[in-house]
């Protein structure tokens, strides 16, 4: 969502400069022209102006094509986010306590996806001297933060490590109010991962004996998979057709 929000008001500050140099060109070439009439190549830098003005007028053309496009996406993201009732957790980060999901950035996960979270912080330490009235002078240290981020694991080979972004740009200082927010918010992220992660490994007793539930939360799209391994299982004659119905209730009873 964030990330949209950023394109679309990139792509509006781009066609803004666009409309600014247009008019400078069009106030500029009436002038050109005149002078053209005594000093005749300047006929040439005014040809060159219009050239510009036209190339600069198909260039604003595509920006409002890709503007339109744009504000289309983030209207079907606002709508599923909304539809499927995730919450805003920090920026590109949701939750939807009704499908079970989360979004980092554009992409969804299951809760039994999420395996491991770390919050990831660099500093860098400046010194200035700083000099007092009586010519005397003492050495400050400022601490600054160059990044950080939350690394999710996530049950992903292709993409096992999502880099979860809570600085955007520059380095920020870490006695600011900038970087208590920024903290603030990881504290916040952290915590809901964690407790995602607790919940996938939370613990039972069943027949006297604790057993680990390494995946509480089946996704629909996981449970259409298991169950379609059950069923050749059960074709090929390996499970009776009461584990295989017994069996498939189970997976169907975990998605919620």
């Not at 600014?20 to 500029?28: A, E, G, T």
């Amino acid at each position: 969502m964030e990330n949209i929000i950023l394109q679309i008001k990139s792509e509006k500050q781009k066609k803004v400069s666009c409309i600014v140099l247009q008019i400078f060109i069009l106030l500029l070439l009436p002038f050109i022209l005149l002078l053209s009439l005594v000093i005749p190549i300047l006929l040439i830098f005014a040809i060159l102006l219009i050239v510009l003005e036209i190339c600069i007028g198909k260039y604003k053309k595509r920006l409002n094509e890709k503007i339109v496009k744009l504000e289309k996406a983030k209207k079907d993201l606002d709508l599923f986010l909304y539809e499927n009732e995730y919450e805003k957790v920090i920026t590109n980060f949701y939750v939807s306590h009704k499908k079970k999901k989360v979004m980092l950035y554009d992409k969804e996960f299951g809760f039994s996806q999420i395996v491991n979270c770390e919050l990831k912080e660099s500093n860098s330490i400046t010194q200035n001297t700083i000099a007092t009235s009586n010519i005397t002078a003492f050495t400050a240290q400022n601490q600054y933060c160059t990044e950080c981020y939350i690394n999710v694991t996530v049950d992903d080979f292709k993409n096992p490590n999502v880099k979860l972004n809570l600085k955007e740009f520059g380095r920020v200082s870490k006695s600011s109010g900038k970087y208590k927010t920024m903290m603030s918010n990881a504290d916040n992220a952290m915590s809901v991962l964690k407790l995602i992660i607790s919940k996938n490994n939370e613990k039972y007793v069943e027949n006297g004996i604790i057993t680990k539930v390494e995946h509480r939360y089946i996704t629909e799209e996981n449970a259409s998979v298991q169950i379609e391994r059950l069923s050749q299982l059960y074709k090929d004659g390996v499970l009776s057709e009461y584990e295989f119905e017994t069996k498939k209730k189970e997976l169907l009873d975990k998605v919620k």
